[in-house]
């Protein structure tokens, strides 16, 4: 491990490009294409960037906090740094895949790592249909929206719309509504990971809604759906002291 080429890579504001340049000047590093990994210098919004950006070199992602929240990031010293990701623990993660169909009949496909959602575009609230591997599950919900997260993105939108916790290891998915209004009292569900999620729009051209993933957004959808990759994967790296899984569970017991 500690024979491992690294690179560095930062977000752009001032805080980081301090902290990427004291890294450069003390330890050897390569171009992010050549290295085994990838220190990403930032907050969670930076961490996401980069995961996106290697994805398909599967090449692992050591973040340190050099942004706001930084859940995703271990905290920042410039000391050890080779020792610090020789000890690290991995955490493999799969994206969330979602596959849009417009009212055009155009088809978009994107990844997202924590969230896939719908919301609406206008004043008017969205009127959804929800099928699960097919099979229907709601006709309708009238809603601002609705979100697909993943265990690790379960702290973030997903949380801020009243969804669950998810443990790592518990292969389940939340599908959480954004302010229902029929059926007003649904919390919405946890779903296996390895099903399909169908989201139709009812009435896509006087209700508008959007498709958000990551960085990806389209409007004007008909349908969207939303599996786990089955072949698509990324690591993140986090101190021992600093563990994603006991993180996100200690957000349940914060008040």
Request: aromatic letters at 6%.
């Amino acid at each position: 491990m500690t024979d491992q080429k690294i690179a560095f890579v930062a977000a752009s504001s001032e805080t980081a490009r301090k902290a990427v340049k004291t890294l450069k000047a003390k330890y050897d590093h390569v171009a992010p294409e050549d290295a085994d990994v990838i220190i990403a210098l930032g907050g969670d919004g930076h961490m996401l960037e980069t995961l996106h950006a290697w994805l398909d070199r599967d090449v692992p992602i050591y973040g340190m906090n050099r942004g706001t929240v930084g859940f995703l990031m271990n905290e920042y010293r410039a000391t050890n740094l080779v020792k610090r990701i020789a000890s690290a623990e991995t955490v493999e993660l799969r994206p969330l895949e979602m596959t849009v169909q417009d009212i055009h009949g155009q088809k978009t496909t994107s990844v997202a790592i924590n969230e896939i959602s719908l919301l609406r575009e206008t004043r008017q609230a969205a009127k959804l249909r929800i099928k699960v591997d097919g099979k229907n599950r709601m006709s309708e919900l009238i809603c601002d929206g609705v979100l697909v997260a993943t265990p690790a993105g379960s702290t973030a939108y997903n949380l801020s719309a009243h969804g669950p916790i998810i443990p790592l290891d518990a292969n389940l998915l939340a599908l959480t509504p954004i302010s229902a209004f029929r059926p007003r009292r649904w919390r919405g569900a946890l779903l296996p990971s390895s099903v399909a999620i169908s989201l139709e729009v009812l009435e896509p051209r006087k209700r508008p809604v959007s498709a958000v993933g990551d960085y990806t957004e389209v409007r004007d959808v008909k349908r969207v759906t939303v599996r786990v990759s089955q072949d698509k994967s990324f690591s993140l790296l986090f101190d021992p002291d600093h563990n994603l899984e006991d993180r996100i569970l200690n957000e349940q017991f914060i008040p």
